[in-house]
Antibody, heavy 120, light 107 residues
Framework: VQLVESGGGLVQPGGSLRLSCAAS????????MHWVRQAPGKGLEWVSYISSSSSTIYYADSVKGRFTISRDNAKNSLHLQMNSLRAEDTAVYYCAMRRDSGSYWYFDLWGRGTLVTVSS | DIQMTQSPSSLSASVGDRVTITCRASQSITRYLNWYQQKPGKAPKLLIY???SLQSGVPSRFSGSGSGTDFTLTISSLQPEDFATYYC?????????FGQGTKLEIK
């Protein structure tokens, strides 16, 4: 059971990057997923959410209009398309699986993260 | 947006100490509160969900309590492997905010 992020790297301000998260060991299509990021030396910041069927999507205000979350249940993969990148988007990006407990939920499984650096 | 405020931001303690970390929400989140532990260079790890439910494999020295706006994470007897950063997180409504973190250091 694991999540493996990829696609991070160095990009110039204003540039684009597409992150991916490969899921294995569980029925990916049954679970909602999130992206969470962590700037160097800082705390955790929730970025985006997508439901299992992609019918519900949420974004943090800090990325709304610039980032797009998507998933491919046939390929067990989650994506984050990041456009118009800014220096403040520099962070380790984690994908995380949401597990439901009745009406409650929590981040049950995390990937190891992929580093995005926005710099000229 | 719901703001989550943890206190203290950092804490020095010794092995065997009892430690309490507080998390306050800017509005009621009933019981939609989870706790995570993060060690340097690692992904966060779920400790406690829905205020007080211990994740499988997490030692019983960890416990959580609270409801509404005020929550606590308690470690009854600190062990060397517990020195890490702890985050609370609300799952009540988006954006699903985290507290700023509490760094637990060895005294």
């Amino acid at each position: 059971v694991q999540l493996v992020e990829s696609g991070g790297g160095l990009v110039q301000p204003g540039g684009s990057l597409r992150l991916s998260c490969a899921a294995s060991g569980f029925i990916f299509s049954s679970y909602s997923m999130h992206w969470v990021r962590q700037a160097p030396g800082k705390g955790l910041e929730w970025v985006s959410y997508i439901s299992s069927s992609s019918s519900t999507i949420y974004y943090a205000d800090s990325v709304k209009g610039r980032f797009t979350i998507s998933r491919d249940n046939a390929k067990n993969s989650l994506h984050l398309q990041m456009n118009s990148l800014r220096a403040e988007d520099t962070a380790v990006y984690y994908c995380a699986m949401r597990r439901d407990s009745g009406s409650y939920w929590y981040f049950d499984l995390w990937g190891r993260g992929t580093l995005v650096t926005v710099s000229s | 947006d719901i703001q989550m405020t943890q206190s203290p931001s950092s804490l020095s303690a010794s092995v065997g100490d009892r430690v309490t970390i507080t998390c306050r929400a800017s509005q009621s989140i009933t019981r939609y509160l989870n706790w995570y532990q993060q060690k340097p260079g690692k992904a966060p790890k779920l400790l406690i969900y829905v205020v007080s439910s211990l994740q499988s494999g997490v030692p019983s020295r960890f416990s959580g309590s609270g409801s509404g706006t005020d929550f606590t994470l308690t470690i009854s007897s600190l062990q060397p492997e517990d020195f890490a950063t702890y985050y609370c997180q609300q799952s009540y409504s988006p954006p699903y905010t985290f507290g700023q973190g509490t760094k637990l250091e060895i005294k």
